[in-house]
């Protein structure tokens, strides 16, 4: 049915893979092997972007047999881009513009994505596509549990996503402040010092933006507000916000 070209990740039990089918290449995610949790996981995935439609996802294409047959987005994922280092600030920006539409999108219908990384943002050109809703919430359904937290780097967590606390849209605008951060400076925000400030310890700042970007660390500091309640209070507010500094149309 598919014809492997490549595996291009394998997380625990989910492997995704370039794949050829009905003569186009695709992306296939899929278990390896089996797992109860993990095959409701992947029911759970295409259940949340069935709704979704908007040209800053990702889209699914079809599910067969248990495997998600997504679109294949040529390029690199954003972690993959920052690994030399941080964009132009203007290519920054348009990067975070397209995931705050996306989110947009995922929050109007119901859907909070909880795992807001660069790993999860696919580059295409000029474009930014939201993709791995494997963690995300539909506010439709059942909550998940925080089990997240126990997977890969914190640093783009929200505080209430680590400490297991009732999470919402806001988590999600947490994790595009820490990606905007990351993709300005080159590092996440914290760095290795991220779990201290996770725990509560307020005496781990943030290292400063670059000069072409300082008009934005008011946005950025209330986008990584500890608090939920001080940050932007929709994705479109954050975008507006964005917009309206003198860098960010
Ligand atoms: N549609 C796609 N097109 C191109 N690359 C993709 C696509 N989906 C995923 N990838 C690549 O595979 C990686 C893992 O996919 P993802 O859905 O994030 O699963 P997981 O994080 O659970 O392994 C992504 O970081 C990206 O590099
Ligand atoms: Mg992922």
Sequence with gaps: MFELVRVLSQQGLVRVELAKWRGRLVVVKRLSGFSAEATRRLEREAD??????HENVVPLLATIEGALVYAYVPGVN???ALADGPLPVARALKVVRDVLRALEHAHLNGVIHCDVKPSNVL???ERALLTDFGFAKDLALTAITGDQQLLGTPNYMAPEQFHGIRTDHRSDLYGV???LYHALTGDAPYGSQVLR???GDDRI???PLPAEAACLAPLLSRALAREPGRRFAHAAAMLDALQATPIGA
Excluded at 48 to 53: A, G, I, M, P, S
């Design 78 to 80: 954003l972690a993959q």
């Design 123 to 125: 580059i295409r050109g």
């Design 197 to 199: 400030f996770l725990t």
């Design 48 to 53: 949340v972007v069935r709704k979704l439609d």
């Design 177 to 179: 402040g820490a990606l």
């Design 205 to 207: 700042t943030l290292a």
